[in-house]
């Protein structure tokens, strides 16, 4: 059974950092694109970062430059460094792999206060 499973979420103020994890179970993240999704309260879930197995990222707009996508492919675990966090990036953000058809952890809450 793929299990995801997400670790590193919390509440913090606005310009604090934090880093996610994701570690996987039963699935490679070195076999398929990767990455984490959020899903703000009223919204659709929506793509915050990949990265490929070749180690190419790409990065929604609203994160440019503040958030970066790393991989321990040794350690099967995939990371999310977030900075400079922002009131919009309160979510729960779920860890991926395989796309929107792949595999879901269960998701961490991140909440930032102003």
């Known amino acids: 059974q793929v299990q995801l499973v997400e670790s590193g979420g919390g509440w913090v103020h606005s310009g604090a950092s934090l880093e996610l994890s994701c570690q996987a179970s039963?699935?490679?993240?070195?076999?398929?694109?990767s990455g984490w999704y959020r899903q703000a309260p009223g919204k659709q879930r929506e793509l915050v970062a990949t990265?490929?197995?070749?180690?190419?990222?790409n990065y929604a707009d609203s994160v440019k430059g503040r958030f970066s996508i790393s991989e321990a492919y040794v350690r099967n675990t995939i990371y999310l460094r977030m900075s400079n966090l922002d009131p919009d990036d309160t979510a729960v953000y779920y860890c991926?792999?395989?796309?929107?058809?792949?595999?879901w952890g269960q998701g961490t809450q991140v909440t930032v206060f102003s």
């Open positions: 991926n792999v395989g796309g929107q058809t792949g595999y």
């Open positions: 039963n699935i490679l993240f070195s076999l398929s694109v």
């Open positions: 990265i490929t197995r070749d180690g190419k990222t």
